[in-house]
């Protein structure tokens, strides 16, 4: 049998959509997905998360438990993900922290199920990596740089991130805010002027 091709992982949702995808989360799984809503990190980074990983304010993986196996993942949590790590960590002081409702850990396809059921009751695809995306878009519309975001989402490179969020170009909104950045008011004094006169005092 021929192995079905792979569905597109670039879904970001919009913030109407991400509230419906919230409001219909029960369980664990609300923790995961305001997770990875809040960090940006990797459904399977999650996934295999600890205690040990956990350093205050950042989590970090070691080589050979990040992708490519080449540099340690550090993570950036904010109030709202410090909170869940810390309450989770006090629960579960060894062993991953996300777990179900059954107290095992996430799987693949226990995610999958969960986010199944989400999506027959909002009527549109949900999937983890939505999340991620949408990190990252909230992040470039609010003028974090690509390439702190870039790293911040664990990559090496800002090319994913303008290759992947590349949907911001038909927000007009957004693009119409960037131009006005791009080219300040012409009232505004020149750099070059500024370093034209700086140079003729010396």
Not at 26 to 46: H, K, M, N, W
Not at 62 to 81: A, H, I, M, N, W
Not at 112 to 126: P, Q, Y
């Amino acid at each position: 049998m021929r192995k079905p091709p792979a569905k597109r992982r670039d879904i970001f949702y919009t913030a109407e959509q991400w509230k419906q995808v919230r409001s219909a989360a029960r369980g664990p799984i609300v923790d995961f997905l305001d997770f990875l809503c809040s960090t940006g990190c990797r459904p399977q980074e999650a996934r295999i998360l600890e205690a040990r990983h956990v350093h205050d304010d950042v989590i970090i993986f070691d080589v050979d438990e990040s992708k490519g196996e080449e540099f340690q993942r550090v993570l950036y949590l904010t109030l709202s993900s410090h909170d869940i790590v810390s309450r989770l960590v006090a629960k579960y002081p060894t062993g991953p922290l996300f777990r179900n409702r059954t107290g095992r850990a996430w799987t693949k396809d226990s995610i999958k199920c969960a986010l199944t059921r989400i999506t027959k009751i909002v009527g549109f695809r949900v999937i983890a990596y939505g999340a991620r995306h949408g990190y990252a878009t909230n992040a470039l519309l609010h003028g974090v740089d690509p390439i702190s975001v870039s790293h911040l989402m664990g990559h090496r490179s800002p090319a994913m991130v303008a290759e992947v969020y590349s949907h911001l170009a038909q927000n007009h909104d957004y693009l119409k805010k960037q131009a006005r950045n791009a080219c300040p008011s012409p009232t505004a004094t020149p750099v070059p002027s500024q370093v034209a006169t700086a140079t003729d005092n010396l």
